[in-house]
């Protein structure tokens, strides 16, 4: 079970943390990603952490903006989401992967077997 935590209504160019805690899964040994969406569109790959939190992939459109992190003795992935734009508005959902190996991460969808009930994020402009 995933359950993230964090979201909320931030003016543009502000920050927010997204948590996401995992249970009942093997989580220090699981690839864990952020996807989100966003109303009318699909949902898009954000960022993903491999199993040791040493490897990570981000999308372009939050580089340098956007960083994931993880801490395995909590079972949690965070999100910290900095100069928020207003086109960064959406629902966010974290995602468990028990495929892979230990630098592994994943951008495409069905490499997770497990997600989250979503956050919304919404950055006023």
């Known amino acids: 079970q995933l359950q993230a935590s964090g979201g909320g209504l931030v003016q543009a160019g502000g920050s927010l943390r997204l948590s996401c805690s995992a249970s009942?899964?093997?989580?220090?040994?699981?690839?864990m990603g952020w996807f989100r969406q966003a109303p009318g569109k699909e949902r898009e790959f954000v960022e993903a952490v491999s199993w040791s939190g040493g490897s990570t992939d981000y999308a372009d459109s939050v580089k340098g903006r956007f960083s994931i992190s993880r801490d395995n003795a909590k079972n949690t992935v965070y999100l910290q989401m900095n100069s928020l734009k207003h086109e960064d508005t959406a629902v966010y959902y974290c995602a468990l992967s028990e495929t892979g190996y230990y630098s592994s991460t994943y951008r495409t969808e069905r490499k997770y077997g497990y997600w989250g009930q979503g956050t919304q994020v919404t950055v006023s402009s």
């Open positions: 009942g899964r093997t989580f220090s040994t699981s690839v």
